[in-house]
């Protein structure tokens, strides 16, 4: 079974442009979440989605961030401008919705702003 | 609002010793799981154990097993005949069992294998 992929690995960019993520989670798995992990700290949930439709972005910063997931497969993240405070690792996970307690995680996105 | 603590930065041990890792939490939930996750290098989480807050019984996998006292609202991890492909961050993650189901980390603890 494949894992839970994301693009790019890595990216590097400067303030004020902008960035987009991408995930696709494993086949099946109506749960998508998208977690910020700044160096040092455990992730912190930024959006997860029910197949097409949001749960729970509280700690969305919408004015700069914002995500969507069309057919409820891949998802992706975005932010625009982007703030030096952004620089860390992105993670995306996934969830059957029959399997009740657990997160599959892919491999994170590193982003450094500059 | 739940908190997960993790008040080990960094924690080290000697190849084939056993380590504790600590954890404490709060919430006013009665049912919830908790979790360990190691984060390695390549940045990977992995779930290592998980534990149901209705289980009195402490959850085991292979090597890894948890200390989870309910009352005090702790959750230790003790790993034993430690492995150098054991040394990685290791975060201990809360969640509840209704809503969102969204998980809530602690701040990691780095373990470091000396051989």
């Known amino acids: 079974e494949a894992g839970v992929a994301q693009s790019p690995r890595y990216k590097i960019i400067e303030k004020r442009q902008s960035v987009a993520f991408w995930c696709n989670p494993i086949s099946g798995h109506a749960t998508l979440y998208w977690y910020q992990q700044i160096l040092g700290q455990g992730p912190k949930l930024l959006i997860q989605?029910?197949?097409?439709?949001?749960?729970?972005d509280s700690q969305l910063p919408k004015d700069r961030f914002s995500a969507e997931r069309l057919k409820g497969v891949d998802s992706t993240l975005k932010i625009q401008p982007a703030k030096l405070e952004d620089s860390a690792v992105y993670l995306c996970?996934?969830?059957?919705?029959?399997?009740?307690?657990?997160?599959?995680f892919g491999p994170g996105t590193r982003l450094t702003v500059t | 609002a739940q908190t997960v603590t993790q008040s080990q930065p960094e924690m080290s041990v000697q190849e084939a010793e056993t380590v504790t890792l600590s954890c404490t939490y709060d919430t006013s939930e009665s049912d919830y799981y908790l979790f360990w996750y190691k984060q390695p290098p390549s940045r990977q989480m992995i779930l290592v154990i998980r534990?149901?807050?209705?289980?009195?019984q402490n959850a085991t996998e292979n090597r890894f097993s948890v200390n989870f006292q309910k009352a005090a609202k702790s959750f230790s991890l003790k790993i034993s005949d430690s492995q150098l492909g054991d040394a990685a961050m290791y975060f201990c993650a809360y969640r509840v069992i209704q809503g969102a189901q969204k998980l809530v980390f602690g701040q990691g603890t780095r373990l470091t294998i000396n051989p």
């Open positions: 534990q149901e807050a209705y289980k009195q």
């Open positions: 989605f029910q197949n097409n439709g949001v749960v729970d």
């Open positions: 996970a996934s969830r059957l919705e029959s399997r009740f307690y657990e997160q599959y």
